[in-house]
């Protein structure tokens, strides 16, 4: 595995190197501090030689200023899969919610605070994960047009399945990226990469996330995205490292 390592490692480093620089500006008269919440809704539903239904829901809320950036989400999702004429098996069935406090030193652009996030999934026979830590982080970006942002923490996490419990120490890297391409219109893009401290090569795994948002109305937009969880280490019945979601649907400012 230390071929992802380096491929998430070379990624943090080269990202802000790769054209995104762009003069910071103020504009008199705005409010220094700038709230961004919204709610995301999501479903598929598939008929004939399988059945298949997906609901997602996503909430996030976020505070951005000049002294401190407060980052939240939950998303949830829940999902059945069969066959005609056989009762649906539950194969999605997930919440996860996060929070990120970030305190910015004065001019610089470096950044520390901390990480929190749970987590269930059924699926993966997760009843629930936590993890707790320090943080620390550079702003490459930070202008009401575009943030580009690296972090590295240490989290303490704490993990119940329904046949074991375990705690452990993880190392955590992030790179999160934000463009609103128009008034109407953004892409966002944010990778995690968290490693076993003990054992790192063979015990990590990863969260990408990426989409385009697109007002329809004053406070509705349109999005579709894609969400990829890889699990180097998969629990007991689930076979697969990868577990990849494509998701549409509309979200609501408010």
Do not use: C
């Amino acid at each position: 595995m230390k071929s992802i390592q380096g491929v998430v490692l070379a990624t943090l480093i080269a990202a802000p190197m790769a054209g995104f620089a762009q003069d910071e500006a103020v504009v008199e008269g705005e409010s220094a501090v700038q709230w961004e919440r919204n709610v995301s809704l999501g479903a598929t539903y598939r008929e004939g030689n399988t059945k298949k239904s997906l609901f997602t829901m996503n909430l996030k809320g976020d505070r951005f200023s000049e002294d401190f950036d407060l980052i939240n989400s939950l998303y949830a999702e829940y999902g059945k899969t069969g066959t005609p004429g056989t009762p649906k098996a539950q194969t999605e069935g997930q919440v996860r919610g996060q929070s990120e406090y970030r305190h910015k030193f004065g001019d610089s652009k470096f950044f520390a605070g901390a990480y929190l996030v749970g987590l269930h999934d059924a699926i993966k026979n997760i009843r629930f994960r936590g993890k707790l830590g320090p943080s620390i982080g550079y702003y490459f970006i930070d202008t009401d047009e575009m943030k580009l942002d690296a972090t590295f923490g240490l989290n303490y996490v704490y993990e119940r399945t329904r046949t074991s419990e375990d705690t452990s120490g993880e190392y955590r890297a992030a790179l999160n990226y934000l463009w609103k391409m128009t008034e109407r219109s953004s892409y966002y893009l944010n990778l995690e990469y968290n490693a076993n401290m003990e054992e790192v090569d063979t015990d990590n795994n990863g969260l990408l996330v990426t989409g385009l948002r697109s007002q329809v109305y004053e406070t509705l937009s349109m999005f579709i995205e894609v969400r990829d969880e890889y699990d180097n280490l998969p629990d007991a019945g689930v076979a697969e490292h990868n577990d990849t979601t494509v998701l549409a649907g509309l979200s609501y400012d408010f």
